[in-house]
């Protein structure tokens, strides 16, 4: 993945708006003081780090970056900035993370991409955290409108059955999500 900024003109409207939305996620909330600065994940997130590149080599110099995942640290890793983990950065200046779903009140959906418990604690240890959402990810009011296929839930492999029966007592419909290209259920970026 290039560090090198697209061009505006290259971008489908889907694709200008997630930029869109990167750029002023990071020339908001991203200072020149944020030294701890979390990476979350999603289809945003190549934006924000493209943005973050961009704020210069001298800046960035003096940053560490942590990711929630796979994606967001090889992000990290390739455009050459400085990689850290929360157990020696307990405390984030700033995380800027995607959500699958955000209503008017911001309330949010998200570990729908399967980095669910690492995007958690990334968003907890941030002093701010940051939800970077292009108009797509715009719900009706309630939450399940946009995204629709129920909310995410990350259980350890031992415990599913018994999570699984806690969500049916809470009255919900828990469906465990097998993965695409394999068999089994999915497996998060934690494991």
Not at 148 to 175: H, I, N, W
Request: with cysteine; aromatic share 4%.
């Amino acid at each position: 993945m290039s560090s090198a900024p697209l061009q505006l003109a290259s971008l489908s409207g889907v694709e200008a708006a997630k930029r869109a939305a990167a750029y002023a996620a990071v020339d908001a909330h991203v200072g020149r003081n944020d030294r701890i600065i979390g990476i979350g994940s999603g289809s945003t997130v190549p934006y924000v780090v493209e943005r973050i590149v961009q704020q210069g080599k001298d800046l960035n110099a003096s940053r560490i970056f942590l990711p929630t995942g796979f994606q967001s640290k090889e992000l990290i890793v390739s455009n050459g900035l400085q990689l850290g983990d929360v157990d020696c950065h307990p405390i984030i200046d700033v995380t800027i993370d995607g959500a699958d779903e955000v209503d008017p009140a911001l309330n949010a959906i998200k570990g729908g991409g399967a980095c669910h418990l690492r995007e958690k604690v990334l968003a907890e240890a941030a002093k701010n955290f940051i939800v970077v959402a292009d108009y797509r990810k715009n719900s009706n009011g309630v939450l399940g409108t946009a995204w629709t296929q129920g909310v995410p839930v990350e259980a350890a492999e031992f415990a599913y059955s018994k999570v699984m029966r806690d969500l049916t007592k809470l009255g919900g419909k828990p469906v465990l999500r097998m993965g695409k290209a394999k068999a089994g259920p999915v497996v998060t970026d934690n494991g």
